[in-house]
C-alpha cells in the first residue's frame, strides 16, 4: 500500500517538514558526490563514517581494526539523512511530505523538529540495539518517518488515508482509516523484523527494528507533545468538516468545537 493523501487539513505552512525534506535532499546530493569523486571505494568510506555500522560500538576491536571511532556517536543523527538511491530518497520524502504537515501543525513547529530528530536517533538505537554485530552501515529517514507515522496514526486516527494498490498493471485506490493503515503497517514490519532475527547479521537488507522502534517512540511522544494541540490555536469551525477533530474525524462534533 502506497500513502497518496490525507484528509486532514493545517493552517499553517510546514516549513519545518519542507526544511528536512531539502536537507535530505542535500545530504544524497553530497552524498552522491563522494561516489563521482571516489567511485565505490569514496561511496563506501563516506557511508562507513557517516552511516550508522552497530559493529562500531558492539564490536570495538573491530572498529578500531577499521579506524572507525567507537566513540564517535555522531552517526546515529546523520545516517537519517543519507540514502542508498534515489527511489529510497523519493519513497521516503513523499510519505514525510503526506504525514508530517498534519503533525507539525498539531505540536508547532519546534516541537515537531525536535520530534523528528528524537524518532531518528531513537530508531537508530534500535536498530543498532538488535544487530549489535552487524558490520554494514545503515542509512535512511524511514525509522524518523516511521516516528511521523506513528504520531499521526495517535492523532488523527480516525482521519481517512488514500492508498494506491497495485495489482498487476492496474492500479486501485482505497480509502483507509488512518488506524488501519498505520496499524497494519506496523504489523508488517514488526513481522519482518522478527523473521530478520534468523538471518545473519552480515547479510544486509531493510532496517526492519529501526521502524519498529521509530514508529513506537513516535506514537509514545504524541501522546505527550501533540495531545493537547496547539494551545494558541483552537481547531476551528470548518477543520471539523475536513477531518481535523481531535481524533481526525470528518464529522463535526462538540468536541470539535
Do not use: K
Not at 63 to 84: C, I, Q, V
Not at 96 to 103: C, K, N, S, T
Not at 148 to 177: D, I
Amino acid at each position: 500500500m502506497f500513502p497518496i493523501s490525507t484528509t486532514v487539513a493545517v493552517r499553517f505552512p510546514p516549513f519545518v517538514t519542507w526544511a528536512l525534506i531539502a536537507l535530505n535532499v542535500l545530504a544524497y546530493i553530497w552524498e552522491s558526490g563522494h561516489y563521482v569523486q571516489g567511485g565505490e571505494a569514496g561511496l563506501r568510506a563516506f557511508l562507513y563514517h557517516w552511516g550508522l555500522v552497530p559493529a562500531r560500538y558492539f564490536v570495538p576491536d573491530w572498529a578500531l581494526a577499521h579506524g572507525l571511532d567507537p566513540t564517535d556517536w555522531r552517526p546515529f543523527l546523520t545516517n537519517t539523512f543519507l540514502h542508498g538511491g534515489i527511489l529510497h530518497l523519493v519513497f521516503n520524502m513523499w510519505t514525510l511530505y503526506i504525514f508530517g504537515p498534519a503533525v507539525e501543525d498539531r505540536m508547532g513547529s519546534v516541537s515537531y523538529l525536535l520530534f523528528y530528530l528524537a524518532c531518528g536517533v531513537g530508531a537508530s538505537f534500535a536498530h543498532a540495539w538488535m544487530n549489535p554485530a552487524s558490520t554494514l552501515p545503515a542509512i535512511g529517514a524511514s525509522g524518523a518517518i516511521a516516528g511521523v507515522t506513528g504520531a499521526y496514526m495517535r492523532l488523527f486516527p480516525h482521519s481517512r488515508v488514500v492508498v494506491l494498490v497495485p495489482v498487476f498493471f492496474y492500479p486501485f485506490f482505497f480509502e483507509l482509516y488512518a488506524f488501519v493503515f498505520a496499524g497494519f503497517w506496523f504489523l508488517t514490519q514488526l513481522m519482518q523484523g522478527m523473521a530478520s532475527l534468523s538471518v545473519r547479521q552480515e547479510a544486509g537488507g531493510v532496517a526492519w527494528w529501526a521502524h519498529v522502534g521509530g514508529f513506537v517512540i513516535g506514537w509514545l511522544i504524541a501522546g505527550i507533545w501533540g495531545r493537547e494541540g496547539r494551545r494558541y490555536r483552537p481547531l476551528q469551525a470548518d477543520e471539523g468538516a475536513w477531518g481535523c477533530c481531535p481524533d481526525g474525524r470528518r464529522d463535526r462534533s462538540d468536541t470539535a468545537r
